[in-house]
């Protein structure tokens, strides 16, 4: 399983930006889909989880209603649209790959499993 992600870098207060992230190596079904964060300083975070098998999402607290996941299974792709940005959203956001129960965890729990698949991150920063 490999996951490549990219669409970071810096952004203002109340901007917007989509992160993509393409899996490999797997059949897009076999595995839930979810974006994390990790600032500095900070432990990783879970942000939002998608399960293609039958389109559930999730999202956290911190980000419903600004920020959107979606995927395009011919392209293996997961994306996460951040709108109205805000300067606590900068962190280096990470694709995971796994069952949707343990990303579901992560998400609405905050409890991380390390053991997921993980990409390589990309950097968003946001200016206030």
């Known amino acids: 399983v490999q996951l490549v992600e990219s669409g970071g870098g810096l952004v203002q207060t109340g901007g917007s930006l989509r992160l993509s992230c393409v899996g490999s190596g797997f059949t897009f079904d076999d595995y839930a889909l979810g974006w994390f964060r990790q600032a500095p300083g900070k432990g990783r975070e879970g942000v939002s989880c998608?399960?293609?098998?039958?389109?559930?999402?999730s999202y956290a607290d911190s980000v419903k209603g600004r920020f959107t996941i979606s995927a395009d299974r011919a392209k293996n792709t997961v994306y996460l649209q951040m709108d109205s940005l805000k300067p606590e959203d900068t962190a280096t956001y990470y694709c995971?790959?796994?069952?949707?129960?343990?990303?579901?965890?992560?998400?609405?729990?905050?409890?991380?499993?390390?053991?997921?698949?993980w990409g390589q991150g990309t950097q968003v920063t946001v200016s206030s």
């Open positions: 995971a790959a796994d069952n949707i129960h343990s990303l579901r965890i992560g998400v609405e729990l905050g409890i991380v499993d390390e053991s997921h698949f």
């Open positions: 998608f399960n293609p098998s039958d389109g559930f999402t």
